[in-house]
């Protein structure tokens, strides 16, 4: 009698745990007829945008005592991570969803990681079955073959169908050469030209070269860079290599183009200093020898502004780095990395590094906390000096809240000759900065010493090729010296 009772409790709790199961189960079928409606319907009915909206109304239990504060950290950190609620707006107005989002997602149904343990253990089913995740990768596969494509049209090269395939497997593409996209010479050379002259800034010191010196990574090499007259900035300089691949320029996105970009340090007060575009025109107009290059490319254009930044951006256009051994690694040379390397790769995608540090050029394409499971403020707090405007990130160029601490994804290509790192210039080398963004950025706050070391392993392996990487920098005034 005793014994049949023990024996009918778990059969009890089994039956109705496959009942709860199956109502659940039940209640999240796919309906939609399209790729897109279907993936959204994934989305909704697992529950993920419980965690991942800017202002979700918690569930009864979320507001709990004790669990409050729980659920509470997990909807920011999860907001914070990826907002799925924006994605979904995307979908449903047609719009490209960028593909940091979209790698954020494919990483986490790979691993299986979504939603978090705290929730599925309470909302059983909601873990994404064999068919929700075939849906979520096939939607993946086709936002990857628009972004890539995207790439190949913009920078005007074609893709083979290989290359293509290749190019959708994988969070990280391959660098294009140069070579293989139209660029207009004599604009690049002129652009080049004034990449190194100093008639951009007003004491006729500094040049675009003095802070990005080509033959050392594109960056100076310091914390902050200094502009005319010795005086230092608040933020470290991005490498002007594969900046051509970035959505937007500078730290916070101000610039919309590497010709907008362009129109900046000319006219800021710490790094060159000039009142007025027409001042520099003005000291070009008096040199024959520039009037003639202008000319020559622009025709009756003349020397301006426009014609200034066109040229540089045009010669910013060749400052890319095919050819890393990664990149003939993607390629399908299999021996081009190490064992280790490679483990290292997997680790860097496993730990979703490359959900952000995505794309050709492995960042680049989006905004991102600094901070998105330990607060920025930490950050600040440990580097023990005041948060400036610098630090706000695209915060100081939008002044919406959501983007506070929020920074363009640093490309990690060439990662190895531009220390020092983060925008702040604070870190010196690869392994604190891998560090940090462990404990900031990723669910697994100490990585062990072995996947640290297999990380930056792998970040050697971005270092590609151009012929202007031993290109003797030799700031100067007069075209051709
Ligand atoms: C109870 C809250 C919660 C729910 C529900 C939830 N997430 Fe998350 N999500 C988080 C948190 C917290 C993070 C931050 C990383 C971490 O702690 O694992 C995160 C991170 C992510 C990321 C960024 C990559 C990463 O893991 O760092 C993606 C993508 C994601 N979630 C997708 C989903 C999807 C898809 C669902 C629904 C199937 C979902 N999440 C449901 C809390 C949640
Ligand atoms: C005094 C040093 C200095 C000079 C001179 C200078 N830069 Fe910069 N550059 C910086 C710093 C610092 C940043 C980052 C500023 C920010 O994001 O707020 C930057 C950002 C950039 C970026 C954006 C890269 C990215 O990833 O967002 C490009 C491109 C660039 N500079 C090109 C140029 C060009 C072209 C010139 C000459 C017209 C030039 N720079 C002159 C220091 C300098
Ligand atoms: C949620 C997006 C995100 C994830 C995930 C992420 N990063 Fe970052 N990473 C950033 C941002 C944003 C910065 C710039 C922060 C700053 O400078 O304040 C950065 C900076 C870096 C830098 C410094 C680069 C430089 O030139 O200054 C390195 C190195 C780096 N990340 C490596 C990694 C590694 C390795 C991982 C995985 C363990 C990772 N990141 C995960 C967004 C991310």
């Known amino acids: 009698m005793k014994n049949k009772k023990l024996i009918a409790i778990p059969v009890v709790l089994v039956v109705a745990i496959i009942v709860y199961a199956a109502i659940m189960l039940s209640g999240r079928a796919i309906t939609a007829d399209n790729l897109n409606d279907q993936f959204v319907q994934v989305i909704e009915n697992n529950g993920c945008l419980q965690c991942h909206a800017a202002d979700p109304e918690p569930f009864w239990y979320q507001k709990m005592p004790l669990v409050s504060s729980l659920f509470e950290k997990d909807m920011t950190n999860g907001y914070r991570s990826v907002d799925l609620e924006k994605v979904v707006a995307q979908i449903q107005a047609g719009e490209t969803v960028n593909i940091a989002d979209v790698s954020k997602i494919e990483q986490a149904t790979l691993n299986n990681d979504m939603p978090i343990i705290e929730y599925s253990a309470v909302h059983w089913g909601s873990n994404l079955n064999a068919s929700e995740q075939q849906i979520v990768m096939d939607w993946v596969a086709g936002q990857r073959t628009t972004y890539v494509q995207g790439i190949a049209e913009e920078i005007g090269y074609e893709m083979d169908e290989a290359t293509l395939a290749a190019a959708i497997s994988e969070p990280v593409q391959i660098m294009p050469n140069p070579s293989d996209y139209d660029i207009d010479p004599e604009k690049a050379e002129l652009g080049l030209a004034l990449f190194h002259d100093t008639r951009l800034s007003a004491d006729l010191t500094v040049s675009c070269a003095t802070c990005h010196p080509l033959n050392n990574g594109g960056v100076d090499g310091s914390q902050f860079a200094k502009g005319i007259a010795s005086q230092v900035g608040g933020i470290n300089a991005p490498s002007v290599y594969n900046a051509v691949f970035n959505v937007q320029q500078f730290w916070n996105g101000r610039a919309a183009t590497l010709a907008d970009q362009a129109a900046g340090p000319p006219l800021n007060p710490v790094e060159m200093g000039?009142?007025?575009?027409?001042?520099?025109?003005?000291?070009?107009?008096?040199?024959?020898?520039?009037?003639?290059?202008?000319?020559?490319?622009?025709?009756?254009?003349?020397?301006?502004?426009?014609?200034?930044?066109?040229?540089?951006?045009?010669?910013?256009?060749?400052?890319?780095?095919?050819?890393?051994?990664?990149?003939?690694?993607?390629?399908?040379?299999?021996?081009?990395?190490?064992?280790?390397?490679?483990?290292?790769?997997?680790?860097?995608?496993?730990?979703?590094?490359?959900?952000?540090?995505?794309?050709?050029?492995?960042?680049?394409?989006?905004?991102?906390?600094?901070?998105?499971?330990?607060?920025?403020?930490?950050?600040?707090?440990?580097?023990?000096?005041?948060?400036?405007?610098?630090?706000?990130?695209?915060?100081?160029?939008?002044?919406?809240?959501?983007?506070?601490?929020?920074?363009?994804?640093?490309?990690?290509?060439?990662?190895?000759?531009?220390?020092?790192?983060?925008?702040?210039?604070?870190?010196?080398?690869?392994?604190?900065?891998?560090?940090?963004?462990?404990?900031?950025?990723?669910?697994?706050?100490?990585?062990?010493?072995?996947?640290?070391?297999k990380i930056v392993a792998f970040m050697k392996t971005l270092t590609g090729e151009n012929e202007y990487m031993d290109y003797v920098n030799v700031p100067s005034n007069k075209l051709g010296q």
């Open 274 to 453: 000039h009142e007025s575009f027409d001042d520099i025109v003005a000291l070009l107009e008096a040199d024959e020898e520039m009037v003639k290059a202008f000319e020559k490319v622009y025709g009756n254009e003349g020397i301006s502004q426009a014609t200034i930044t066109g040229a540089i951006e045009e010669f910013e256009r060749l400052l890319v780095t095919p050819n890393s051994r990664f990149d003939q690694y993607l390629a399908g040379d299999t021996g081009a990395l190490t064992a280790e390397e490679i483990e290292g790769y997997e680790l860097f995608k496993k730990n979703y590094c490359a959900t952000c540090h995505v794309g050709v050029s492995m960042g680049g394409q989006s905004f991102e906390k600094l901070g998105t499971v330990v607060d920025a403020a930490v950050y600040y707090e440990e580097r023990g000096t005041e948060i400036s405007g610098d630090d706000q990130g695209l915060y100081g160029f939008t002044g919406n809240e959501e983007d506070m601490y929020k920074f363009k994804v640093p490309n990690l290509r060439n990662i190895e000759l531009t220390a020092p790192y983060m925008h702040d210039g604070t870190h010196m080398t690869m392994e604190e900065a891998v560090r940090t963004m462990f404990r900031f950025n990723t669910a697994n706050p100490e990585p062990t010493d072995d996947t640290v070391n």
